[in-house]
Each structure stands twice: as C-alpha cells, then as structure tokens.
C-alpha cells in the first residue's frame, strides 16, 4: 500500500521560498506508471492543481504559478519535491503530494499524503 | 481553464436517504473518439485529505461502496450516494482531467439532516 508524507517548514515569511518535501513508502518514485503531484487547499477549501513530475522529471505545471515553481524528484531517496519561490499570503493553504496514474493521459490523484500546512505571515 | 462548478454548496439528508451533487463544467469533457468523460470525484472528511471515488465520471474506484455511483457526460456530472450513512458525512469534489490546468469544483459539504 503505497502511502506519501510531505514534510517542510510551517511558517514562511513573505517573499520567502517555499520547499517541501513528498516521501514515498510501499512503491518506487521510478516507476514509469505514475506521475508525481501536488495539490494545495486554501484556508476556504478550495483545490488547487499545482504540478506533477514524472520518475525522469518531466514536469507539468499550473501556469498560474509556473514562473515560481520548481519540481524535482530523488530516486535515490525515494522522494519528489515542491520550491515555490516569491511566496505571499496568498500561498497559505494546506499542500498536499499525491501519486497519479500516466496511462497516457492527465491523471486523477489517488493516494493523497496527509498534508501540510503552510502559512505566509510577517 | 475548464471552470467546475458544484450545487449545491452544502446539503443535508436524512439517514438511509439519497443524496445528489451537481458538477457542471464549462467545456465538455468528453474526449468524443475515446468515449470518456475525464471526470472524477473525490470524498474529503474532516481532517483528512481527499480520497478517490470516482473516475472517468462512472467507474467506482476500489474499495469504495456501491452505494455511490456517478453519472453524466460532456458538461453535466452527478454523484449519487443512494443511501446516506454517517460515515459518509464529507466534502465531495469533481475534476476534470480533460486538460491541463487540472481543476477541481468548488466543493459540496453533506451533512446529516
């Protein structure tokens, strides 16, 4: 049962860069069968598709933050990664990694770690 | 972008009764030479991540009971959950896969009436 655990600072001061970490455990980040993601939840609920990767690092991202996003992915430590830089207030949200299927087309998410809430604050 | 667009916001039902979500995209997302809807449906309870219901509009992921089942194509989506237990007190979302950005609606809370 592949499970995913983000991990990351909590609390970022504005202008600052986030960076978060999505280990993987009970599957392979190498795995060609799947795409690497993350997704965040602002404080009203709402979703928000940010990025995948794949195992060679081709990336996807959502233009609407893909000026500041860098994805990336560590086989060796069996672990993807988020940096989102000029972070502002608009950041807070809860950020999820999720593992989504590559069958040839853009994928649903399925699991989801647990999460990680990330606040923007001076 | 694809805009999903849920009704309503929140919903209450009595036990054992049916409850229905409305998901409305503003593009179809029927790939027509495929035959599937790109849509899928997710179930989020209170203090947990989202988890899988639902993809391409009907087929029930896993493990996931029978009593929820969606319908729908093109623009119009509904999830149904025929019976309303208590576990199933949550927020539900859609998503479209049709293309990228990948989006999500805005969220249907179902509560116990």
């Known amino acids: 049962q592949v499970q995913l655990q983000e991990s990351g600072p909590g609390l970022l001061k504005p202008s600052e860069t986030l960076s978060l970490t999505c280990t993987v455990s009970?599957?392979?980040?190498?795995?060609?069968?799947?795409?690497w993601s993350w997704i965040r939840q602002s404080p009203g609920k709402r979703l928000e598709w940010i990025g995948y990767i794949n195992y060679s690092g081709s990336t996807n991202h959502n233009p609407s933050l893909e000026s500041r996003i860098t994805m990336s992915v560590d086989t060796s430590k069996n672990q993807f990664s988020l940096k989102l830089s000029s972070v502002t207030a608009a950041d807070t949200a809860v950020y999820y990694c999720?593992?989504?299927?590559?069958?040839?087309?853009?994928?649903?998410?399925?699991?989801w770690g647990q999460g990680t809430l990330v606040t923007v604050s001076s | 972008d694809i805009v999903m667009t849920q009704s309503p916001d929140s919903l209450a039902v009595s036990l054992g009764e049916r409850a229905t979500i409305n998901c409305k995209s503003s593009?179809?997302?029927?790939?027509?030479?495929?035959?599937?809807?790109?849509l899928a449906w997710y179930q989020q309870k209170p203090g947990q991540p989202p988890k899988l219901l639902i993809y391409w509009a009907s087929t029930r992921e896993s493990g996931v009971p029978d009593r929820f089942s969606g319908s729908g194509s093109g623009t119009d989506f509904t999830l149904t959950i025929s019976s309303l237990q208590a576990e199933d007190v949550a927020l539900y979302y859609c998503q479209q896969y049709y293309t990228t950005p990948i989006t999500f609606g805005g969220g249907t809370k179902v509560e116990i009436k």
């Open positions: 009970g599957g392979s980040v190498s795995s060609g069968a799947y795409y």
């Open positions: 999720a593992r989504a299927p590559s069958s040839g087309h853009i994928p649903w998410f399925d699991p």
């Open positions: 593009r179809s997302v029927l790939y027509t030479s495929r035959n599937k809807n790109y």
